[in-house]
DNA sequence: TCAAAAGTGTTGAGTCTACACCCATGT
DNA sequence: ACATGGGTGTAGACTCAACACTTTTGA
């Protein structure tokens, strides 16, 4: 097409003014405490990597991991890379979130952030932050007050809460709007509570749980990795009935761990035919 | 703050390299033929809308409705611009797709684009397209063949078939490549069938379906949509005992069609505790 | 020996599907 | 009258939560 070819040489898109793209990555990882006796299972519990911003704005606040999208990466590309930025480690099942776009939601200026979730699996020994940067894992919990959400992120002695209320504009977009003061930089608690509650969704129907978990892992793994999501107990009998249309044996037998040896999954790979 | 204060006043985001960001939106309703018999209910398709671009580039090619982010606006705003510019009618239920970043999506450099999908109730009658563009509604219709996914839109001759593939990357982000040429503008046949696949797993879980009826309705009515959308028929009887936790009674009652009055339903607000 | 977890079996409640059947209407 | 959609009832299949019970290990 030789006028297409003509208007794109006039063209050009420099000339128009317009938003700066980033991205932010939240990376959820499952800790346990050193185990206190021999053969309980350590206490679990959900994390989320944040950093201490070292620059300007927001500076010393925490806020989620990322930057902006480069002229030569796709928007997830971006967000692997930081990821892998922080934590040394590529992680798995990434999953889009949604776009930030309020128009104050940056100091510097018109800034749109595409959010991710991701996940490390807890056999991979990330590296929390590089040399230059100070990042650390909050435990992570969620709970409804009210009608409103109230996200707690914990860190040693650091304790930050906010209060979120649920919105649902008139063509039906639903956002969380924080109640109060930043305790965080941006608006890094909406995206992290608006990750963590698609992340719960997921899990209450046995997505993503896989994920924290190394290749090969046990039935009460998993179920343990659900309970701590979804905060809701259930039956080991039970759980590995529903369970079992997403695993296969692998043959491997675990062992060395004060009680009866158990049975290695896999994630089932295909829906195989009934 | 002083010291950040001072950094605001020396950074200058307009020095940076940077995408442009656009947003397109997967507009869907559901039309009908005139009926032919005086009694049966006429045939309904769902639709979705597409423009016949006047500009380069993709002259001439079909195309979502979209465009440049303004710098005062948000992403979500934008689309619900784009929507109403041309429908004439502010859309309902605004759902978020997903970002769309390839490298080479738009021939005139990096362009982002975030899109949305959203529903025209069949009661608003939308005027398709503005003066300026050539705007019309395709049927839509998505069959999987091994592996790969065949849309098909479809306006009185106007046929496009696009075939498209599944693709997990490495860490477990979906999205669809497309197999052979473009018969529509961009990436717009991925988006519209990621839009596509959105909207019928929500319609299988009731979800959405509403946003295509007027506030009041028969469970008949609701119950052809869910039909025309998941492409799969349910017993009347089934369909109405497993919508009644998502409506409730109006009191008011249908009439004039040749068949008995059915009560006229309303989507039922709230989670009422059981 | 025994605490802890692995794993199987069973029962009763609830849900879902398919089908049979009657109702009300406008032409 | 009758085709068409509105609407209720129900038997059998299936699913699921809860609980009882046996197995196997390492210290």
Redesign the pocket.
Known sequence: MESEKKFLEGYNIESYDRPSVTTDVVIYTIRQDDSD?????PEKRLSVLLIERAEHPFKNKWALPGGFVRMDETVPDAAIREAKEETGVKPSALVYTGVFSGLSRDPRGRIISNAFTCILSNNEKATAGTDASNAGWFDISVREEDGQYILTLKKDELIFTERLQKNQDTSGMTSYIKCGDNSLAFDHSEIILTSFLQLREKAESFGLIFDFLPPEF???ELQRVQEIITDKAS????F?R?VSEYVEETGNIS?????????LYRRRVKEDVK
Chains 1, 2 share one sequence.
Do not use: E, I, Q, Y
């Not at 062992?255 to 049975?263: E, Q, T, V």
């Open positions: 006796s021999f053969r309980k299972d046990t039935l009460a039956v080991p009998a039970n590995r529903k062992g060395g761990a004060g009680h009866r040896p158990a049975m």
